[in-house]
């Protein structure tokens, strides 16, 4: 577990992660002089490869968030890379079985707790010749829950050895249940699943991470207590301040 | 003259430009869809080299936004470029003098107006057959005005064939002028200088253009009679967005 | 099914396809202003990645060309990441029994049709607000058939639900059946299988599509029945060209 | 003077030079396999930037045409980088006087006849350690001649030292001269003038060369004594060779 | 099998195989100068994507070094396209079993040995047109043994038809065996592991290749029989030499 | 004056200068770690444009390394993009009058002193909002001096107000001076031209700066005096390694 979210656990407080979804070190530079405790590379649904993470990755160096990355599916060979390239944690989309969960955690985790493989060219180059001895301590790996498999599956989810949390995806969790991708739902069932599967989390001793839109939800969902949560993508917050924008230039146009 | 700067005059409105200086065909591609009437491309102060423009002018090329560029300077060979690449206008920094004027003029509009050399590679892809023989009307050439030497031969600039207007750059100008490179200053001394340059523009029959930051500033100076008015750039969109997401989530942290 | 493929099937025409090798966005923005009806951009042969695709696809939007793709391989990860940049339709390569069509579809559709992931951040973005509800319907999904294997799977393949049709890979299949990959063979017996498969699938009301290398083929094939034709990539219209130019520069020299 | 100048003049043919105008280093690849002697990297109205321009020196290294380049401008910066990146010859674009000439050659030769600085990082490498000492000799200096200006010039052009050759734009010296920028036009005073450069160059002793459009138009003038000629231009070549195939596939549709 | 390998073989001497971890054309085509047999491009560890691996295949395609590359995993998708794009050999990461060395053998060979999908866009191109025929011979296959399951079922790897050689990962060897991904280690038990290896291989016909840091290490692994040995690779040089470099300054500083 | 400059000066040691000239940011951020006091991007001889000028900007920041730029010309427009991209410091290449050197100056400083234009977009991001207001004090403003002509006009260029400090370029210096690029000649008149800039700039009170290829020569002649010594380029140390590696392991091969 990394410092930042040992230190967010013992305050008491919710780690803020923000997310990245445009290719450019520029953008990424940006974020990561803001402020959040981590930032996350999203390499599934963001507009991001291997090659363009690698100069994310640096433009975060430049200050003192901590990167994590999204790889596009539970792929050994990319989230491997992403490790050997310098992120800090992976967060793994549709991890739907305990299976599958320890797949994502051999991949992430040396052996003899897995089976990842020898190479943190860039790792050991930025956070040091101790990296690798350390690694299986420090990497932050957390599988998501957004599916009824997955709910149905959580029990023995978290039970595998390895992994540190779960990460709720809430628009492809309320798409399978209930057909709706609405990730900051009011729907009582919704709010409902999803408080579920962060107190099975707490009571298994695993961190509760959950995916956000605004900050006003993560407030609300920090204070609830979970212990990370994401909102204010780049591309969403781009989009919705260049239309502020307009609005505010046409309202007396 | 373009289609949405006559349209716009005809209206009695200013024409709402936006601001590139990010690096990515993607938040390109974001602020083209926003609604902006004119992108310009700043290859000045942006953090903005040829090769990205061009991919820049396609992403903006996917909606109907008019693309504009800024050159690093006034020197034929980048300017040329961008128009063959597709900028259908140029904001150029830093005309001093009617000499350099003439030189901006002439590396925009081909003989006899001009020198521009013949070569359209993609504006004519883009913009069709007949591009070349319209493009001295369409292509939309306005000179920086932001130094107290500008400001000294503002009617031998203003008198120049073949330039459509001035566009002042107020950080510039108030650098110079004051040592203090606020661009919506509230010092009286600014706000007259700026004023007395659109008033000399729009006398000679020239667009007065201006660089703004905020959109409010902007909607102010649009209803002050400016003629072109820009706000909200990409970058300090996202900076400020961000900052602000991270205020908000921790409000009540 | 999209817009063009149903008009063209409404005036019984076939749909033509290009094909695109090259990784470049200008490459891809001649192609997209050339007139085919759809473009598809080949991450399996071709000599593209998934950024450069995003700005392929940024580059065919510039125009009203179609953008398909084909994926390296049956993979979810990748198959999600090209449908969230906006491709429209997915060529799927080497898909072999009906298990791997289910995956393919599984890939490509939301739930309860499928199980894409949610996060269409530049298809919303391009395609409009009403993207993702509309997409199980809009998304074409082609499954190639292209081995012995998958001729002995045919009929399975053509039964899974939510795919579109087959797409037809002689070269493979030449090279599967009979050791020789020339994608247009006169052998009577690539011809009787190929044609078969098209019999086969427009039997089951399935899209019918074949890759060709050349026009003259491409019409032929339209003519014989075939609901989608390819032919012309970049590559070899380059290649062929530049063979051409100089052939006929050194005709007389 | 390279090889190949000097092979062809030996053998009485025209130097067969083909054009890259498409930013990529797999489009210059084709290229340089197709056979040309020379190919011209164009940083001129060619969508190319210098870092993509190195890229593209690589790919056509991969065989042995001879990698030539047209810089954006007439500036020593850029023109030295080009050199030092390993291009082994230089047209450069409006040369109006013999002094923009003697600009020209000081940024293309070392000292004592120029002010090439010292540095050829990439130069040395692939064309061996002896590149520095016989750079004079084996890079190739051609100066455009496309204004009025430049033909009032031309003896003095022809005059000054260090200097090859000149190339011919006809495009932009038609639009100079008559308004019209047709490279291959029939106009008997455009044939005349440039008929009239080339006898003066050759009187002069110096290389001359001429940009064409087509395959047959550089036979012709080749055929008339032309020592260089140009043709098929990447960017030409895709939009007519994709042109053609959907008219071949359209005519029996 | 290549003729580097071949002619080695004859020769009774050690193929040197340079590594590649840097995302540049331009190291690429530094280390492609220097002299080594062949030179791998590592997509496993290295920080190396797709799009950059055709960029430093053409680099190296400037000198006469056979590129080879290691993929990110065993996965058919990348290993084709690798191998399309002109990689004239695969050396796959975590082969453990017989199944995953068939497994890698049909995403390298063409029908009948595999089930390698037709399409060398640029391997013909660069490789000439008889590529295509003779690729199942002169493409080198060599499989990972770097885990203790490798060990278990090495017999049954290397019965695998089609199969070149096998390729040690001393680090991930180690690192599975001892829990120390040293890589030249002095461990008795590690020495005699590996050494084991080569004998096996060798005693069923096959390439026994080994990865070293040092050229020293290698020099005597290739005196005690090893067929083919890597060292020196471009990032563990430059951080090395730039070390030294700091270091003779500071001396006296 | 940066502080890495004011800390040496005050020590009585020399400033150790790194070069970059291969376009990557993984190599900048090799080199940035290594220990270097400042790092220079070349972006005259080196293959680096200013796009990746700014990865590189990016990868430098990544530890506490100062950086610095080189700009391909005395060209005001590239000079402040460099600076606005965040480069501390800029070498400036054939400064030969006193005329150039303000010019250089100029393009450095704000007004008053000169006439930098308002807009460091990245400088402030990284370097903090004080950033524009001590930029005059802290930018590096070093003239190279290469040429007979600049030794010449030396008194001159050495009063420019603003300018830190001159850069012998030997290499351009030999080569101008006696048609010898050796950077580290043992001729006896190039020594004495070379200490001759060094006692002349010492006496008017500027930084004598020194590019040496090897850290022995840069270590002895840091110990007579020079204020400011380059060595151990990227791409030198890259290729002098490889061959080194190379060397050894065929020493007994």
Redesign the interface.
Known sequence: MNDIIRRRRSEG??V?N?WL???????A???A????DTLTID??????????A??ML??I??DKTLPLAR???N????I??LL??GAMGIIC??VNTAEEARRLVAACR???LG?R??????AS??HGPGY?ASANETILVLAMI??RRALDNLDEILAVEGLDGIYV?P??LG??LF?D?DSESEDERAIAAIAGVRQKAQAAGKIAALHNLT??H??RM??QGWDFVT??S??R???????E??R??????
């Open positions: 407080r919710a803020l923000g979804s445009i290719p450019s070190g520029v953008t530079e940006v974020m002089h803001a402020g959040w390499l599934q649904h963001g507009l991001i490869d291997l090659q363009c690698i100069q640096q433009a160096g430049t790889p596009a599916w792929e050994p060979g990319q491997m890379k050997d390239a989309p549709m040396y052996a003899p089976e493989s020898f190479g943190p060219v860039r180059l930025v690798w957004e599916t995806g628009a492809d798409l399978s057909g991708p900050p006003d993560a407030r920090a204070g909102c204010g780049d591309m917050t781009l989009i919705q301040g260049a239309a924008n307009i505010r230039f046409r309202a007396q146009d």
